[in-house]
């Protein structure tokens, strides 16, 4: 059963709908029960990283979600902003992240992005795969994913980069580090290219 976190800072109706659309089961975690029996759990979210964070922490299964990420080490997919809050921190405010994963999320450098690209990066666009991984095992070479976001994630070891991503400049759009994967992209908003990827993430990636 994978398990999904509702931060109320994101539709994750969409998730749930492209789950059921791949025939996985899924829940809704209410409690620290839920995340306790959960084989693998997915984090989405859209909005301020430091409004996230505050309500993160004021969760009641937040100490049983740091004993499944770094404990049990269960497999933990964070899509966008849940990519973020798996950091130490970010640009977008004070509050601090996760911290399951040795990395830091900044804005995008304007002066490194041309005067026609615009931000935040919105819209479709490729990644390029820096490392092998049963997640992208098997998927289509020209997939493309959608992006909404105008900060991104910087990990101290490159080892721990999963895909990069270009907008003026080449950045971090997924890491894996153990058991922990972060898609900067939407999956559930990028039609079968998505859908195949929570498959993958389904199926042990």
């Avoid at 997915?42 to 309500?55: C, D, K, L, Q, Y």
Wanted: hydrophobic share 40%; proline share 4%; aromatic share 8%.
């Amino acid at each position: 059963m994978i398990t999904v976190l509702n931060l109320g800072t994101a539709n994750i109706g969409s998730v749930l709908n492209m789950l059921r659309r791949i025939r996985v089961p899924a829940m809704v975690a209410e409690g620290a029960q839920d995340i306790e029996k959960a084989s693998k759990i997915i984090m989405p979210g859209v909005g301020h990283f430091s409004n996230s964070a505050e309500r993160l922490r004021a969760l009641p299964y937040r100490d049983a979600l740091d004993h499944a990420a770094l404990v049990d080490q269960k497999p933990i997919l964070g899509i966008c902003l849940g990519m973020q809050l798996m950091t130490r921190g970010s640009e977008e405010g004070e509050g601090a992240g996760l911290g399951w994963v040795p990395a830091d999320t900044v804005r995008f450098r304007a002066e490194r992005v041309d005067d026609k690209l615009l931000i935040p990066h919105m819209g479709w666009n490729d990644v390029a795969v820096e490392k092998p991984s049963a997640l992208v095992d098997g998927l289509d070479d020209e997939s493309r994913y959608y992006f909404c976001h105008s900060y991104h994630v910087e990990c101290d070891d490159p080892a721990h980069v999963l895909m990069t991503t270009t907008h003026g400049y080449s950045f971090t759009s997924s890491f894996q580090v153990g058991n922990l994967t972060g898609v900067q992209f939407h999956p559930e908003k990028s039609l079968r290219f998505g859908m195949r990827l929570l498959e993958r993430f389904a199926e042990g990636g």
